[in-house]
């Protein structure tokens, strides 16, 4: 790419690491395997990931995304997103002879198991998310009898418990750090014996990426986040610019979202992308400010990630084969086709 359009003292701050996850990469491939394996339809309970782009991508490849597992019709294969799902949602699965993908994320199972684990022992478990968020409502399914939803500080002063000795926390592992530790504090304060999880749930990508940001956001002008506005780790991004001193910071889907008057004025420019988002739009983010002089890119360099996680399970199996088996077995009629 020519970036050698730079302006005297204008300059690009690019994140590193940015981008896919190891979580939303293995989810991705997992739809484009399934796709390759047993053509399509695959259907997906959900956005498979928060990103845009990659859903109209794979749309176009033959997945298709709704957000009832009612929706698809019996003997055909449903994929569960990265986010995770609560247990009920299995049961719907088997109620409509559906062939399965599990795509979460393992760091939301990770998740998903301290749940339960701290349910089986009677501890009040105190969730600290986004209410309505797809991995929030996942994890509370485990256990939603024992499980409390605490969305940042505020909600601190409404919460209760039966037995202030055996109480933990949770989060989300999409996150801010550091407004996840105003609450998990504001929470000590309030329960002392609280007890934390055994390692960190918001995960080593959304850890690394605001760690960057913050590097940058110190010095830039503006930051350009690439992202959906559903990915609540890219609007965290957003959020942890603006702490860490940009003058202003813009959240975009693709570079012709960008307003030229975002330019006015600015020398320097952070740019960065959230966990669910292809290379290819980071790049396309980068011509354009190198076609309005910022031509001249460093690296900020937060992190080194070599975490990758292996393929669902699932995909090793036939499972046109097993869906039409769940059919036939359970009685009435089914479809392989859309």
């Known amino acids: 790419m020519d970036r050698m359009t730079a302006s005297p003292g204008r300059r690009v701050l690019l994140a590193a690491p940015r981008g896919y996850c190891a979580g939303v990469d293995r989810a991705v491939i997992a739809v484009e395997k399934a796709l390759e394996q047993y053509g399509a339809p695959v259907y997906v309970r959900h956005e498979i990931v928060h990103n845009k782009y990659v859903v109209q991508t794979l749309e176009k490849k ?6 009832r597992t009612e929706e698809v019709p019996p003997g055909n294969i449903v994929m ?6 609560a247990p009920v949602v299995h049961e719907e699965a088997k109620r409509g002879r559906l062939a399965t993908i599990d795509a979460t994320c393992p760091l939301v199972t990770k998740v998903h198991k301290e749940a339960v684990r701290f349910a089986n022992e009677d501890y009040d478990i105190l969730l600290i998310g986004h209410e309505g968020h797809e991995e929030v409502i996942g994890t509370s399914g485990e256990a939603p009898e024992h499980i409390q939803l605490v969305d940042g500080p505020g909600d601190v002063a409404k919460v209760e418990v039966r037995d202030e000795s055996k109480v933990v926390w949770l989060s989300q592992t999409t996150l801010s750090v550091d407004e996840t530790m105003e609450t998990v504090d504001a929470l000590k304060e309030k329960f002392p014996r609280l007890v934390s999880p055994p ?3 918001i995960c080593y990508a959304t850890q690394n990426r605001q760690l960057a940001v913050k590097q940058m956001g110190a010095e830039a002008d503006l930051v350009i986040v690439v992202g959906s506005r559903n990915s609540s780790n890219s609007v965290r991004l957003v959020e942890v610019a603006k702490q860490a001193g940009a003058r202003a910071a813009y ?3 693709f570079a012709d979202e960008i307003d030229e008057t975002w330019l006015e004025g600015v020398t320097t420019v952070g740019v960065t992308s959230g966990a669910s988002v292809p290379e290819d ?3 396309q983010v980068l ?3 190198a076609a309005h002089g910022f031509g001249d890119v460093e690296i900020v ?3 080194e990630e070599s975490i990758t996680f292996s393929l669902p ?4 199996r036939d499972l046109r084969e097993e869906a039409a088996a769940l059919v036939a077995e359970r009685g009435g009629s089914g479809t392989s086709g859309a």
């Open 62 to 67: 033959g997945a298709v995304f709704v957000e």
């Open 80 to 85: 569960f997103s990265a986010h995770g799902v």
């Open 199 to 201: 390692s960190d749930d």
């Open 251 to 253: 959240l975009v889907d």
């Open 281 to 283: 739009l980071v790049e």
């Open 287 to 289: 011509e354009y400010l």
């Open 301 to 303: 360099k937060a992190a």
């Open 313 to 316: 399970k699932e995909l090793r």
